[in-house]
């Protein structure tokens, strides 16, 4: 589907919720869109690098989102893991953003309905998850804790404060 340079602009506004980030989104969603079609062009998210699922998730990609949870619980066991998955993350969010746009304007009926349907129907169908912020937030929170009480418990026994066993 090919979709003209002059709604672009006005369908990325809807579909992201967030007209700040049309900017941010639009040379990226271009540079992996060819005719039309979704094509894998290296672009960078600092979001998506640290983040890794959450961003997915708060950009509405439920199936890449949990793809990478599992790949993250798994990294827990494998050295260096993590690190790949957060490089893959962040070179790919951009490619998965336009791949979820592309199948939500065909969704959309983008080319047969009005722009202003079209607009609407992606405003249900884009946007994102406001909650994810605060469940991430709360999860690396959770995260820290065992590692916080270990450190603490260091700091007490060397310091000769804790108890010695």
């Not at 094509?39 to 961003?55: L, R």
């Not at 349907?117 to 995260?143: F, T």
């Amino acid at each position: 589907m090919k979709i003209d340079s002059r709604d672009l602009d006005v369908l990325l506004e809807a579909h992201l919720q967030k007209p700040e980030k049309v900017a941010v989104y639009k040379p990226r969603v271009e540079a992996n869109m060819v005719n039309g079609v979704a094509v894998f062009k290296a672009t960078w998210s600092w979001w998506a690098f640290f983040a890794t699922w959450a961003y997915f998730l708060y950009r509405k990609m439920y199936i890449e989102a949990g793809v990478l949870f599992i790949l993250n619980v798994i990294s827990s066991f494998i050295p260096g893991f993590f690190f790949i998955i957060m490089i893959f993350s962040g070179v790919s969010a951009f490619y998965f953003y336009t791949k979820k746009f592309l199948r939500d304007l065909q969704i959309a009926e983008y080319g047969s309905r009005p722009i202003d349907e079209v607009c609407e129907k992606l405003k249900v169908l884009g946007g994102y998850n406001s909650w994810v912020v605060w469940v991430s937030v709360l999860l690396n929170i959770l995260a820290l804790i065992p590692f916080l009480v270990g450190f603490l418990s260091i700091l007490m026994v060397s310091s000769g404060t804790g108890n010695n066993f």
